[in-house]
């Protein structure tokens, strides 16, 4: 299902990833001109979504983290790299935020399905920073290395684990995420292990600047980057970035 656009960089087989969902048991299909993954008990209409569309529509405040992130990166040559697409609720305000191209990987066939539906839809809407995004489906580790270009920004956003000291749910689409991708008994030293592969080959794509989101609890892990040159932190989470690269050394 490649949108009429030419921006869907690796085709999405929606024929994987209905397979795939109706593994996990749950349900992928075209509800009113947007895909979407649901229970099988849960009505049509009521399923996650790709979140492109909705995030551009959305007016988002200034001094949103990342676009302050994004704003700060001037005029540092080369793309932003999201490497954790998702549903692609950071990789829509990236676009919004600077007129740059902007990558996003998502490894999984229904989220990317679910992803590139998102930007399918909001390119229809007429909304120009969707028309600069790529969606990728498959590892970003290995896209990264593949890619001649050095980012001017390289986006992380593992998912979480579990939060100990909360029983409250995480907002729907995050839980049919973690049920999806089989996140629920992911532990701390695991994702500890992506982020450090995550920020090692962002480092060795040269990246400008790199950015983890994480809950403010969590540990950055060390590593040949160092300790982040700035942080900002909102109650729930955490941008932690290293300054690699600035405009004049490009
Ligand atoms: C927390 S979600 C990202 C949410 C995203 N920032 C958003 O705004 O919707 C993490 C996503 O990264 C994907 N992912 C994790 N490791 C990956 C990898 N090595 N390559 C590509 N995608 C990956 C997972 O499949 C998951 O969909």
């Known amino acids: 299902m490649a949108g009429p656009d030419s921006n869907q960089a690796d085709p999405v087989d929606h024929g994987a990833a209905i397979e795939s969902a109706a593994t996990a048991g749950m349900v992928l299909e075209m509800v009113d001109g947007g895909l979407e993954l649901r229970l099988p008990e849960e009505r049509p209409g009521g399923g996650v ?69 998102g930007r399918r839809r909001a390119v229809a809407a007429g909304l120009e920073p969707a028309t600069r995004i790529e969606v990728h489906l498959g590892d970003a580790i290995e896209g990264l290395r593949r890619d001649a270009i050095p980012p001017a920004l390289v986006m992380i956003d593992p998912m979480f684990p579990p939060r100990r000291k909360s029983s409250a749910l995480p907002p729907k689409p995050m839980q049919r995420l973690r049920s999806l991708l089989h996140r629920e008994g992911v532990t701390e030293t695991e994702v500890d292990a992506e982020v450090r592969a995550f920020l090692l080959a962002a480092e060795q794509a040269g990246a400008g600047r790199i950015v983890l989101k994480r809950p403010p609890e969590a540990i950055v892990p060390e590593t040949s980057l160092g300790p982040p040159t700035f942080e900002i932190s909102t109650k729930l989470l955490r941008w932690s970035v290293w300054e690699r690269r600035a405009a004049n050394d490009a």
């Open 49 to 117: 979504r790709g979140e492109i569309e909705s995030t551009l529509v959305r007016r988002l405040e200034s001094g949103h983290p990342l676009r302050r992130i994004v704003h700060g990166l001037a005029e540092t040559p080369g793309p932003v790299v999201d490497l954790t697409g998702g549903l692609g609720a950071d990789t829509a305000v990236a676009a919004a935020a600077a007129d740059r191209r902007v990558i996003a990987f998502e490894r999984h066939p229904v989220v990317a399905a679910l992803l590139e539906d």
